[in-house]
Each structure stands twice: as C-alpha cells, then as structure tokens.
C-alpha cells in the first residue's frame, strides 16, 4: 500500500462481527480471559495494552516504515519514557534548538537524577562528534528544528551514532510521517507528538514512538506499562481519524506556507521583516529537499525591530489565532521567547539565536489568499505600510 492507502487502511480492517468500516472505540479498562494466563488477543488491563491504541499503533508505525508504535498520553510522556530507559550518569547530546517543553524536562528535570545533557547545533557534524564522551548513550534530534527550522543530516549523525553505539532519537513532529521518515535514514527511534500534524485538528493530545528494534521495544513497552502515560482509547480514536486525511492536509499546509514565505521575502525587501525561516529555504534547502518530500508548513520569521513590534504584529492577526501549539487544521501565530520557548532563560535564548522580534506560524489549510490578507493586513497596522 502507498502512504495514503495505508493512512485509511492499514490495521483498520471493517469490524468483523458489525461489518463497520471504522473501528470502534473499546472503552472497556479490563478484559475477561477464559483461564488464569489465557487472554483473548493478549488484552488483559487497558493500561498495558488496548484494542484501539493497538490499531493506531500499528498504523503509525507502518506509515513511518517501522515494524512496532506505542502511544502515550502526549509527546512530553513519550519523551519522558525514552528517558528513563537511560541510567544514572548517562550522556545525552540534544540538539540545541529544541521544543522547549523537551528543553525544560532534560534540564529541570532529568538532571536531578543525575542524568547530563550537552545541547549543540547538530548542523554543525564536528561539534556533536566532539561531544561524545564515554558516557554518552543517545543523540537526541530534531529536525526541522522548534523554532528556528533548522535542518540536520539524519543519515550522517546516524553513521556516527552506530560508529559510537549510540540511541539515535528523532523527533519528526514538526515534518509528519508524510513528508519525512527517519528510520529510513538510520534513526533508532521516531517521536512524534500526535497532537500537532498526526491529529492535525487541535482536539486531542497525545504521543507516539516508533522503531524496528524488538530488544528496544520490549523495553520501551515495559516502560510505557510501569510509567502508564498511555492514552484513553477515545484520544486514539480520534488521532486514527485525523491520520486518515494526513497526506491531503500535509499537501495543503506545504504549499499555503511556499505562498507565506513568498509574501514575506517580498517584505523583506521592503525591511519588514529582518530574516526568514523555512527548510526549503536557505543554505540548508537541498539537504531539507533530499529528507524532506515537502517543505511543511512551518514558518517562523523575524520582524522589523523588537518585541514590541512582534506583540503589536501577533494583535493584529485575525485567522492565525494567537496560540501554542502547531499542525491543526486552522493558522496559529505565536511568540517564542514567551510562550513555548518560555522556560529558556534570556541568555539561553539569545545564545540559540531566538532573538525578541521571533514569530512563529503554523500555516493552516485555509484559503491562502485570505492568510495573505490576513499577514498584509498586519503589517499595515504594526508599521503603517
């Protein structure tokens, strides 16, 4: 099956007993075996495994090309489980423009347990290669990158992790199943928070890891059974449903954020606006275009002046909200340095290049005319031209 055969198809045959082409939602939090150790299809207790979370597992998992998914209750959860297969004094590189919420729970967090965490431009191969220590046990990626869309080669940091016998971990959440597949490129491990493009409709939270690797599943799903983050089967219902119209919605979101990135290039020229973000753009485009099957919809760019500017620019929008998140259906708009990079200090900020006048947009399905309309008519009220 291609991509979008297997987004509608794959583990989610018609119900045999009703006929049913969708899946039904199995509630239920314990089942009833026919004799101590005899289960019925290996369900037991919802937490440790579920009808529909089975399914959505399975069909993310063959839509990112690998053989075993699990959910969890969001990406932070799923993040988490990765990290508590590690051990006190363990090494982790990370990138160092990451999901800030990823940023606050390596350092906060996982430090307290005497875990290290060296964050680095992954771009740059030299720089993470002079990371590795003895202790190093995992590279943690992203790519395109939360903020600043930064682009990494994942098949040769993947060369490096397997010559050093490290964890490499992909977060493709920014890219989706659809427009990137890191195992294919020699990643251990995809992340993905199915909240943003998976679900793709801003009403449910979730995660999912994927792999190929049965030792490493058999202990993420250890793990994922004792910490029990899972997800109720309602939220796993409705990612299935979101994943159904992935390939159209991906399709649609790469070519309104192509229009965006066009209109502000031309406010550029007319020095509105300072720098622009985009993995089709830029010195790393034919990497992005060799990874990547599209450039996403993920656009953040940097306005003329400052953070006064930036707020006054985000208050004048009307259809991209004002808001976290990203990969719904509908535009997002929203302001780093305060909200989802927000447990970052100042300096740390600075120091990753996510400067005070940095707006991030989460390109939507809408008509692209109006979000044109709707970016114009921002930057007339911000600058009055």
């Not at 994922?224 to 089967?233: H, K, L, T």
């Not at 485009?285 to 953040?300: D, F, H, I, N, R």
């Amino acid at each position: 099956m291609e991509f979008e055969t297997k987004a509608i198809h794959f583990a989610q045959e018609p119900d045999k007993e009703t006929g049913a082409v969708v899946p039904p939602i199995h509630l239920s939090t314990t089942f009833k075996q026919d004799g101590v150790g005899k289960t019925r299809g290996g369900f037991e207790y919802s937490r440790t495994d579920n009808p529909t979370r089975r399914i959505l597992e399975k069909n993310v998992a063959a839509l990112e090309g690998g053989k075993y998914g699990l959910a969890f209750s969001s990406g932070s959860a799923a993040t988490a489980t990765i990290q508590l297969m590690l051990n006190s004094g363990d090494h982790v590189i990370c990138g160092d423009d990451v999901y800030g919420g990823t940023f606050r729970f390596f350092d906060k967090v996982m430090k307290n347990f005497s875990l290290k965490y060296s964050f680095v431009d992954t771009q740059d191969l030299s720089k993470l290669e002079g990371e590795i220590r003895n202790e190093t046990r995992m590279i943690w990626l992203e790519t395109p990158t939360n903020p600043l869309l930064k682009v990494s080669d994942i098949e040769a940091i993947s060369r490096i992790a397997k010559e050093n016998d490290l964890l490499l971990v992909v977060d493709n959440t920014f890219a989706s199943p659809y427009l990137q597949n890191p195992l294919a490129l020699g990643a251990d491990i995809v992340v993905h928070s199915t909240t943003k493009y998976i679900g793709g409709h801003s009403d449910v939270v979730g995660g999912i890891v994927v792999l190929n690797d049965k030792k490493l599943y058999d202990k993420l799903q250890f793990l994922q059974n004792a910490a029990g983050a899972v997800p109720s089967p309602f939220d796993c219902w409705l990612v299935l449903r979101g994943i159904k119209t992935l390939a159209l919605r991906a399709e649609r979101h790469s070519s309104n954020a192509k229009e965006v990135v066009n209109f502000l290039n031309k406010k550029k020229n007319e020095g509105l606006v300072e720098k622009i973000y985009y993995p089709f753009l830029g010195e790393k485009s034919s990497l992005a275009k060799k990874q990547m099957k599209k450039g996403g919809g993920m656009v953040s760019f940097e306005i003329k002046g400052g953070a006064d500017e930036a707020k006054g620019f985000l208050k004048h929008l009307k259809y991209f909200h004002l808001a976290e998140s990203l990969g719904g259906v509908e535009s997002l708009a929203e302001y780093p340095p305060e909200m989802t990079h927000g447990s970052y200090t100042e300096e740390e900020r600075l120091e990753r290049g996510i400067r005070p006048n940095l707006i991030r947009l989460s390109v939507g399905i809408e008509n692209a005319k109006d979000l044109i309309d709707d970016l114009k008519n921002a930057f007339e009220l911000t600058f009055g031209k």
